[in-house]
């Protein structure tokens, strides 16, 4: 099978994106992977420091690794914003495809300090064990919480959007393989819509930095918005909070429509139907699929 990165280069080639989505269950793992396989498109499974506590970091690679085996499917697992060396290197060492040191709150040279660490021991383990892992790392901030928000959040304006000067500084001093910037994007859902995204600085960024680059906070973007980012140069695109909503939604009707069912693999399918069918759009839409 091919490498990640292999795929990433692809998709790059090609002018289509890669869909990373969040689980914190089995339900949306099945939802995604039925989305994924229905258009055979190759997929990335992300969990983040709290999601990662709530699965289990070796179930998880588990419940990858026995997907991608047992179809030979590219489905490929990423730690997502992991705060610290010591749980982006436990997730490597368990067995995660790629992770995400998420060190923004940082001053910019702490940040690059701390994602080379990443980095170098990235580099090691993956000659050790033969494999190719990816190290990817966020300049300019675009808030943490996957969910519905009331108003935009602090700190989060044009001013802390990634500069072109920054990018490049950073990508040739750490060595990272994806970099995710702050153009335009927010984790989660604003009530009042989320903004619009920057294109044009995402076609700077790539030029100047040469990398793919990742777009987070896809959740809320309009369309139009996510296919001109694509264009420009993101090769993956974050959605999490879209999919907790789907999750939501249908658990919630399936307990008011069926009060006296207790079996769970009842009252969850719907669940991952919903999640599915959200995936199912936004791959869609990523991969220029009509
Ligand atoms: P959203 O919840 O806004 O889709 O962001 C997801 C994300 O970027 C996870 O890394």
């Known amino acids: 099978m091919k490498t990640l990165r292999q795929y990433i280069k692809e998709a790059d080639e090609k002018g289509v994106a890669i869909g990373h989505f969040n689980i914190s269950n089995l339900e949306a793992l099945h939802g995604i992977y039925n989305a994924a396989r229905k258009l055979n498109l190759p997929i990335i499974i992300g969990?983040?420091?709290?999601?990662?506590?709530?699965?289990?970091?070796?179930?998880?690679?588990?419940?990858?690794?026995?997907?991608?085996?047992?179809?030979?499917?590219?489905?490929?697992?990423?730690?997502?914003?992991?705060?610290?060396?010591?749980?982006?290197?436990?997730?490597?060492?368990?067995?995660?495809?790629?992770?995400?040191?998420?060190?923004?709150?940082?001053?910019?040279?702490?940040?690059?300090?701390?994602?080379?660490?990443?980095?170098?021991?990235?580099?090691?383990?993956?000659?050790?064990?033969?494999?190719?892992?990816?190290?990817?790392?966020?300049?300019?901030?675009?808030?943490?919480?996957?969910?519905?928000?009331?108003?935009?959040?602090?700190?989060?304006?044009e001013a802390t959007m990634t500069s072109t000067e920054d990018a490049k500084h950073f990508v040739e001093a750490t060595g990272i393989d994806l970099l995710a910037p702050s153009v335009g994007n927010v984790h989660g859902m604003v009530k009042g819509g989320n903004p619009r995204l920057h294109p044009e600085r995402v076609k700077a960024i790539r030029e100047a930095v040469g990398i793919p680059l990742v777009l987070h906070g896809g959740s809320g973007s309009m369309n139009e918005d996510f296919v001109a980012c694509i264009k420009a140069g993101i090769d993956i695109v974050h959605i999490n909070t879209e999919i907790r909503v789907a999750y939501r939604d249908a658990v919630k009707k399936a307990l008011i429509e069926n009060p006296d069912e207790v079996a769970p693999y009842k009252i969850l399918k719907p669940a991952i139907l919903a999640i599915e069918t959200v995936v199912e759009a936004r791959l869609k839409l990523f991969n220029n699929i009509k």
Do not use: Q, W
């Not at 179930?59 to 997907?67: D, G, T």
């Not at 067995?95 to 040279?109: F, H, K, S, T």
């Not at 064990?129 to 108003?151: H, Q, V, Y």
């Open 47 to 157: 969990v983040s420091e709290g999601e990662e506590e709530f699965v289990g970091r070796e179930e998880v690679v588990a419940l990858v690794r026995a997907i991608r085996n047992r179809d030979n499917y590219p489905i490929f697992l990423n730690a997502d914003h992991h705060y610290f060396f010591e749980s982006v290197k436990a997730a490597l060492d368990a067995g995660y495809d790629a992770a995400i040191i998420d060190a923004v709150m940082l001053p910019l040279e702490e940040n690059i300090a701390l994602t080379k660490k990443c980095v170098d021991y990235a580099r090691e383990l993956s000659k050790k064990e033969n494999r190719d892992i990816l190290i990817e790392a966020e300049i300019g901030f675009i808030g943490t919480s996957s969910k519905i928000l009331d108003k935009m959040p602090e700190g989060v304006s």
